[in-house]
């Protein structure tokens, strides 16, 4: 094992490696590496995060579902994508079988949200219910639309509503209490479930 992975490996051992608080992730995607480019060790990266400032020489970041860590050697923009380097990848042949392979960061190592903004896994699970507290169910997927998320609730029967997440439909998140109160609007029904 090289220098660079061993320090790399003792940093790993070194972090605490469970989770912020019960239920939320560990690790977070970034990124995922397309192909190599050139032969000086770099890789194209599909930027997969909302800060892509975070992706700067000498950041920690972990490689796959093993989450191998590694550090960032370089990195410079290319088309739609980043043109990273990692420290101990030297060349092409390195980086050949790390196709289409997701990049992490820890979970505790996300920037910081302005206050009514949350994390997309922060909010999955919660529960949801109307102002009245008649509970429409779980926070099941949030579909990313352009204008603004709508928020898919399923019940405990397989009954899907479809919320969108504005000010006039989400009262309030209440993450420690893992609650979201949403106000249905006019047409804003259930769907049953239709097997």
Do not use: C, W
């Amino acid at each position: 094992m090289s220098t660079n992975r061993q320090r790399l490996a003792a940093r790993r051992r070194n972090k605490e490696t469970g989770s912020l608080t019960d239920g939320e992730p560990v690790f977070i995607v970034v990124g995922k590496l397309r192909r190599p480019h050139g032969v000086k060790g770099e890789v194209l990266v599909n930027v997969l995060s909302d800060f892509p400032e975070r992706l700067q020489p000498g950041t920690e970041l972990f490689l796959g579902e093993k989450h191998q860590p590694v550090i960032i050697q370089s990195r410079r923009e290319h088309n739609q994508g980043l043109l990273i380097a990692f420290e101990g990848f030297a060349s092409r042949e390195d980086l050949d079988n790390l196709r289409n392979v997701f990049l992490y960061v820890r979970s505790a190592d996300r920037p910081e949200l302005g206050e009514g903004e949350y994390y997309h896994h922060q909010l999955i699970g919660m529960t949801v219910a109307e102002e009245d507290g008649n509970e429409l169910g779980r926070l099941a997927e949030i579909l990313e639309t352009g204008a603004n998320d709508v928020y898919l609730v399923r019940s405990a029967t397989g009954d899907e509503t479809l919320l969108p997440a504005i000010e006039d439909v989400i009262v309030k998140v209440d993450v420690e209490s893992q609650q979201i109160t949403v106000r249905l609007l006019p047409g804003l029904k259930t769907a049953p479930n239709v097997a």
